[in-house]
């Protein structure tokens, strides 16, 4: 089908379901984007282009997005919230272009988890260069690089729960009742940190727009105050959410 419609490739690449699968569709695609990246992936597959090209491009926008956000300034700022937002745009129109041309593949999620690794990294470095007030080492850029650090072992450890059981022989779906910590107390932890959701403070979408936020902050009092203050936050995050998320894994049932 050389020229499909939107409505025919929203059918073919959204498959019922895609909005509500746990821990794996963004909040903003829910709300917004979704809604949205039919129009892109029609455009991709009515030009014929692979679902790897897109995904590689996805990867591009995403690390030119904290290469921008290191330059400073409010401008910066903005420019680097846009450019989240379409590596947002283009991770749901790779999939959606690989499910109704019907060419998935394990390359296809592998260089998806790449690209989501590669752009969180660089936003946080990102923002400790922009912190550190100038291209130059200090504790800020420090400081943006640790708190990276953090994010990718968080997705790591996420990431090794599959490898982990697929080493084993066991399947690859694990249920909700076995993600729950055996203790009740770590349970209640786990339910009280996600619905907090204080995780996401170091998320590519929500911390763009955090950046936007403390950007207006830092251009009023002509200082970069609020920046510092969210880099610190970052790396207090990250750090803590790496051994909460170590610790509910290992309490939890996935390994079994």
Known sequence: MSKPSVTEVRAGGQPEGIKERVNEEHWAGRLYMRDISPYLSTFFVRLGVPPNPITYLMMAFGVLAGVTLAFGGLWSALAAAVLIQVYLLLDCSDGEVARFTG?????????????????EIALLIGLGIRAQGEFEAGGWVIAGMAAAIGAALIKVETDNVVVARAKAGLGEHVSEAAMRPRSAGLSLARRLASALRFHRIIQAVELSL???????????????????????????????????????????????
Not at 103 to 119: F, N
Not at 218 to 233: C, F, H, K, N
Not at 243 to 251: C, E, G, T
């Open 103 to 119: 060419r998935t593949s394990v390359a296809g999620i592998y260089l998806d988890r790449i690209g989501h690794y590669l752009s």
């Open 210 to 256: 955090l950046v936007v936020a403390v950007a207006v902050v830092d251009a009023v009092r002509g200082d970069l105050l609020a920046t510092q203050v969210l880099v610190a936050v970052c790396v207090a995050v990250a750090a803590l959410q790496t051994v909460l998320h170590l610790v509910s894994i290992l309490a939890s049932r996935r390994l079994q």
